[in-house]
C-alpha cells in the first residue's frame, strides 16, 4: 500500500472512533443509574410490583426523585436512595433513563 494511504486509513479509523466517542452514552451516568436496575430493571422496565420507570420523562424522574429527597413524596426505598445522590446528578441519571426510551 502506498504510504499515503496507510495514513490516510488511520485517520479514517480515528474518525470513526471520535465520533463513536461523541454518541455513546454518558458513561458516569450509567454508572450512577446501575443501582436503580436491581428494582427498575436495566431498561427501566420493572419486573414485579415495583412501578417501571421507562415511559417517565427525565423532568418527571427528576421531580420525583427531588420529591424523595425533600421528604415531601413519602416512600418505603426511594427517599433513602435519592439522598444518595446531588442534585447533579439526579438530573444526570433521569436524562439518561430518558435516553433508553424507545
Ligand atoms: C430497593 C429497590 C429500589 C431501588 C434500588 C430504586 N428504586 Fe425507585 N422505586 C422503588 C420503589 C419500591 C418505588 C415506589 C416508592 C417507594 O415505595 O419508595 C420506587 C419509585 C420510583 C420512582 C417513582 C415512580 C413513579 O411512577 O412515580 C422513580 C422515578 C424511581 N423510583 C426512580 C429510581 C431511580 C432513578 C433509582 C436509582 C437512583 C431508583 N429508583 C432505585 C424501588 C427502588
Known sequence: MH???RYLSVLIVAAAMWSGAAHSTDLRAAILANPCAGCHGMDGVSPGTIPSINQL???AIVAAL???KSGERPGTVMDRIAKGYTDEEIQRIADY???LKK
Do not use: V
Open 3 to 5: 504510504p499515503d494511504l
Open 57 to 59: 420523562s427525565a423532568d
Open 66 to 68: 427531588k420529591a424523595f
Open 97 to 99: 433513563f430518558q435516553s
